[in-house]
């Protein structure tokens, strides 16, 4: 089969988001100028850089109480910050709560009854309990084509790391089982691994 997406694809569903599989899920917290919080879940995540750490994701829809994107974004380009807090397959049932289209007032930490706690580097909630936080201030925004395509760039400004994640001094994810996208409605969660050298390593 070939298509070319803008003639479609002839399918009941559209295969795009089934083949980019597995994305891992940035849960980004983010609070606007008055103090409100929102959590929200994006498959569309990925670190992007070592040094300094830097990651992005992208929001592709919005709001109609929103000028530009989803409530993340609107609150990220009030403040410059946010947070990614680390998505565990034990609170896959928490995470998909606070993915609903809830108006901006709406406060998905308490909706979902998730329980949270101040960053240390920026104006922000976090995740209490996630396998870990990323702390970010905003480096760029990029519209993508599209209308409502947009990219969030941050630099990593403090990492929480939850103890029992540690092992033998490695972040160890599968005493966590990070959850991950795939197409439609399915998700996948990491239970195990395996290692390759690179040509050259030994």
């Given at each position: 089969m070939f298509y070319r997406p803008e003639d479609g694809h002839g399918l009941p569903h559209n295969p795009f988001n089934a083949i980019v599989t597995p994305r891992p899920i940035g849960w980004i917290s983010t609070r606007d100028a008055q103090g409100r919080e929102n959590l929200?879940?994006?498959?569309?995540?990925?670190?992007?850089?070592y040094v300094p750490p830097q990651v992005m994701f992208a929001s592709t829809s919005?709001?109609?109480?929103?000028?530009?994107?989803?409530d993340s974004v609107a609150n990220i380009l009030e403040?410059?910050?946010?947070c990614v807090n680390i998505v565990e397959y034990a609170a896959r049932d928490m995470m998909n709560m606070t993915s609903g289209p809830y108006e901006r007032e709406?406060?998905?930490f308490t909706h979902a009854g998730i329980q949270r706690v101040e960053c240390d580097t920026i104006a922000c909630s976090r995740v209490e309990g996630a396998p870990?936080?990323?702390?970010c201030k905003l480096t760029k925004v990029v519209d993508l084509p599209g209308e409502e395509n947009i990219v969030v760039f941050g630099e990593v400004t403090g990492i929480h790391l939850r103890d029992d994640c540690l092992k033998d001094g490695m972040f160890d994810v599968t005493t966590f089982q990070p959850l991950a996208r795939l197409g439609y409605r399915d998700y996948a969660r990491v239970t195990e691994l395996f290692s390759l050298n690179r040509p050259g390593e030994s």
């Open positions: 929200a879940p994006y498959s569309f995540f990925n670190a992007v850089a919005g709001k109609a109480d929103r000028d530009k994107g989803k403040t410059e910050v946010f709406v406060d998905e870990a936080n990323l702390e």
